[in-house]
């Protein structure tokens, strides 16, 4: 792509996301009326659905005509300005408009990358893995379809299979790396600031990276990038019941592994 990652490791929505992770783990660990603010989870997980989220749009989708589907295209930005602005820059780079491709790339890389190094904790295999990401996103852009579905859910879902097919092939280990993680650890203000300054961003996320790859997955989506559970349920290919309920058991399953101290 010609360009150069180099973004913070936490900007402030992920450092919000980090603490609302933190306080959900520490509602299931003790769920005293000043930690139990995370209620939603129980209440979304309560709420199961019977249908099934399709696939995301990929390069292999088949469509009669190239562009027919763009009264299907879907944007999760809440601005309605950017949301058009988006799907416009998508249809010009279906059509070949290298110029908008890069403008998307600019606007996605940032959750892209992210969403890599929490999943392969190694900043050089993540920046890779979001290279190859674009590079083949901008190949399969011809055969893009909306059937009114997210283009950013589109790129994770290639962002996601690329890492899974990465260490599947055993191509390197999955090693922790916590030099940067110990950045914005600093606890909210609160009832709850005395019990969250004992859990870290280093220690929640070296229990994120024992989760079983799916849940990990969803945390990360969820809580890190801020996506929505039908973005999540699109990147998953599971049902917005499913993806609930995989937020659920994956927040138990790191209040599960936090350190003893921690857990009472």
């Excluded at 973004?7 to 509602?27: E, K, N, T």
């Excluded at 996601?160 to 390197?172: C, S, V």
């Excluded at 499913?242 to 350190?259: C, F, H, Y």
């Amino acid at each position: 792509m010609g360009r150069v990652l180099a973004m913070p490791m936490y900007g402030d929505d992920v450092a919000r996301g980090l603490a609302a992770l933190r306080a959900a783990v520490l509602a299931i660990l003790d769920p005293t009326p000043a930690l139990a603010g995370p209620q939603w989870l129980l209440a979304e997980a309560a709420t199961s659905d019977t249908g099934s989220t399709g696939g995301s749009g990929g390069a292999g989708s088949e469509s009669p005509t190239p562009y027919d589907d763009e009264g299907e295209a879907a944007s999760s930005e809440v601005s309605p300005a950017e949301r058009s602005r988006l799907i416009a820059l998508v249809e010009l780079a279906r059509k070949g408009d290298t110029d908008a491709f890069g403008m998307l790339y600019d606007h996605y890389h940032g959750a892209v990358y992210r969403f890599l190094f929490y999943r392969t904790r190694s900043v050089p295999l993540a920046e890779d893995l979001t290279s190859e990401t674009f590079f083949r996103a901008l190949r399969s852009m011809t055969s893009f379809r909306w059937q009114g579905k997210d283009f950013g859910a589109w790129l994770m879902t290639i962002a996601r299979n690329l890492a899974t097919d990465h260490f599947k092939a055993g191509r390197t280990r999955l090693e922790l790396a916590t030099e940067d993680m110990g950045q914005h650890d600093d606890a909210t203000d609160g009832p709850e600031t005395a019990v969250l300054a004992g859990l870290t961003n280093e220690v929640l996320l070296k229990a994120l990276a024992k989760l079983p790859d799916e849940q990990r997955d969803c945390v990360v989506m969820r809580f890190l990038q801020g996506m929505s559970i039908a973005e999540t349920a699109a990147v998953l290919g599971r049902s917005d019941g499913a993806v609930k309920q995989l937020q659920l058991r994956g927040v138990r399953n790191l209040a599960k592994l936090m350190p003893e101290g921690l857990r009472g």
